[in-house]
T-cell receptor, first 115, second 110 residues
């Protein structure tokens, strides 16, 4: 079974802090994604990565950056946290080949509160 | 850039009844997926149906796809309390990305 883990289930930070959200997958997947989920807005793609050291902006990249130094790890960074970044953050991974291609496997989510 | 839209937004049914959720989308697709999300958790993939398929089954789940109407339906038969969750459709958006709808909240009443 694919396992995607996220470093924290709940996180509380103060405005202006630098925040790191970590995601690790154990299935050697090429693609990794970061979403945020807000009531009434559904899942919105922040950033994604096709390969190590590679990143692409999603629909709402402003205020975020990412890092993928190793294939299994994809980090989301909030350079200076703001209250409007309070949200549920979901990481996912997928492979590009085989019968499971296109299917995304999600971590449990990190609920971030910025005070 | 919303592609899929689920209907209804919320649904409450008695345990044992069947639940049907619909998804409509705007542009042509290669495949459509359904995911489930239990409260406060990550999404779990349920089923993927390709554009050349019309119907697919997995246990108590039945998914149909009508590409001429740009719509899909998810049927859960003999519902159980554990089926209480939000259900999302997702369509491929090119470059290995998928776009999620806003979901249907399903509540199974005891």
């Amino acid at each position: 079974d694919v396992k995607v883990t996220q470093s924290s289930r709940y996180l509380v930070k103060r405005t202006g802090e630098k925040v790191f959200l970590e995601c690790v997958q154990d299935m050697d997947h090429e693609n990794m994604f970061w979403y945020r989920q807000d009531p009434g807005l559904g899942l919105r793609l922040i950033y994604f990565s096709y390969d190590v050291k590679m990143k692409e902006k999603g629909d709402i990249p402003e205020g975020y950056s990412v890092s993928r130094e190793k294939k299994e790890r994809f980090s989301l960074i909030l350079e200076s946290a703001s209250t409007n970044q309070t949200s549920m953050y979901l990481c996912a991974s997928s492979t590009i080949a085989g019968p499971q291609a296109d299917t995304q496997y999600f971590g449990p989510g990190t609920r971030l509160t910025v005070l | 850039s919303q592609q899929g839209e689920e209907d209804p937004q919320a649904l409450s049914i008695q345990e044992g009844e069947n639940a049907t959720m619909n998804c409509s989308y705007k542009t042509s697709i290669n495949n459509l997926q359904w995911y489930r999300q239990n409260s406060g958790r990550g999404l779990v993939h349920l089923i993927l149906i390709r554009s050349n398929e019309r119907e697919k089954h997995s246990g108590r789940l039945r998914v149909t796809l009508d590409t001429s109407k740009k719509s899909s339906s998810l049927l859960i038969t003999a519902s159980r309390a554990a089926d209480t969750a939000s259900y999302f459709c997702a369509t491929d958006a090119g470059d290995d990305k998928i776009i999620f709808g806003k979901g249907t909240r399903l509540h199974i009443l005891p």
